[in-house]
């Protein structure tokens, strides 16, 4: 059962939900669910990139595009540069990946979709940490 958080705490709803969706993804190339995976993973860093807004206090917006939402970001976290490539990639999976297509997600491309969000994890947990300083 997933644990409840009071709306007084929004930053940490965005990061379990985050949290979820990753290890969603990770179970997803596990047994091979590789379009759920590559979803999951595209998931996980909006939601990462949401929480961060949530927590410099700024609109959340309605979107999908990660590199918008980086963007967005970029006044309040140094080196978002670091993960501009996780965020233009992860982007394409937000509608592709739920729907038939010509083009098919192979295995490496799935873990590939999992370890940039896990670099988006990353990166933003820092930024969280440091501001907690």
């Known amino acids: ?39 999951h993973a595209q998931q996980c860093g909006e939601k ?31 080196n978002v540069g670091d993960i501009r490539e996780a965020t233009l990639v992860l982007t394409e999976y937000a509608v592709s990946s739920r729907y038939p297509s010509p083009l098919e997600i192979d295995v490496d491309e799935a873990a590939q979709a999992v370890s940039y969000a896990q670099q988006i994890q990353e990166w933003a947990e820092v930024h969280l940490a440091r501001s907690a300083d």
């Open 48 to 78: 990462w990139l949401k929480a961060l807004l949530t927590y410099y206090g700024q609109p959340v917006p309605r979107s999908h595009d990660l590199d918008y939402l980086a963007d967005l970001v970029e006044p309040f976290a140094k």
């Open 1 to 39: 059962m997933r644990e409840r958080f009071s709306m007084n705490d929004p930053v940490k709803m965005w990061r379990a939900y985050a949290q979820e969706d990753l290890d969603v993804a990770r179970h997803a190339v596990s047994v091979g669910w590789l379009n759920s995976a590559c979803f």
